[in-house]
T-cell receptor, first 112, second 113 residues
């Protein structure tokens, strides 16, 4: 089954404790992206990757890191989480930015 | 960079009526405009998209129109049904970045039976 998976689905953590949210797709897509969703602000792009070893900043990259060492995986790293990073995070993948993006199930992160 | 404005933020219609959601964009070079539907507690899913070489696209009860001169595009849902209730997001590709998709803030559509 073609899908995008994210883990964990829910996470409560404390300020400053490094965490990683994993994202994996099995559709051989070159393009992958991370979004955060906050009430009233819609979906805002954090980082995206056009291909392996190619990543670039989206609209709200501050406080986040990503890596794309393999085509299928695109982890989101929060080196020192802060309460303003409490949000719902979605990973997505597609053939390229001008095609349908398939979203993962979301990760709800709370930073205390 | 690209800026996408979406209106209205909430929309309530009676079952069977039509619903229209409008978006404007700022980058005249943008050429890809998708619409996503997000049901409560679910992930966004593409419902229709349009590219700049066409002015209108239809898929059953859903249609999207694009006016490149005015830099706006609209989602039209006819004969609305309760299952159309969701949050709808428009988006536009930021051409300069070659990878950035800018979303509108969303429209919460409620269809009353």
């Amino acid at each position: 089954e073609a899908q995008v998976t994210q883990n964990p689905r829910y996470l409560i953590t404390v300020t400053g404790k490094k965490l990683t949210v994993t994202c994996s797709q099995n559709m051989n897509h070159e393009y992958m992206s991370w979004y955060r969703q906050d009430p009233g602000l819609g979906l805002r792009q954090i980082y995206y990757s056009m291909n392996v070893e190619v990543t670039d900043k989206g609209d709200v990259p501050e406080g986040y890191k990503v890596s794309r060492k393999e085509k299928r995986n695109f982890p989101l790293i929060l080196e020192s989480p802060s309460p303003n990073q409490t949000s719902l995070y979605f990973c997505a993948s597609s053939l390229d930015v001008s095609n349908e993006q398939f979203f993962g199930p979301g990760t709800r992160l709370t930073v205390l | 960079g690209e800026n996408v404005e979406q209106h209205p933020s909430t929309l309530s219609v009676q079952e069977g009526d039509s619903a229209v959601i409008k978006c404007t964009y700022s980058d005249s070079a943008s050429n890809y405009f998708p619409w996503y539907k997000q049901e409560l507690g679910k992930r966004p899913q593409l419902i229709i998209d349009i590219r700049s070489n066409v002015g209108e696209k239809k898929d059953q009860r859903i249609a999207v129109t694009l006016n490149k001169t005015a830099k706006h595009f609209s989602l039209h849902i006819t004969e609305t049904q309760p299952e159309d209730s969701a949050v709808y997001f428009c988006a536009a590709e930021e051409v300069g970045s070659q990878g950035n998709l800018i979303f509108g803030k969303g429209t919460k559509l409620s269809v009353k039976p």
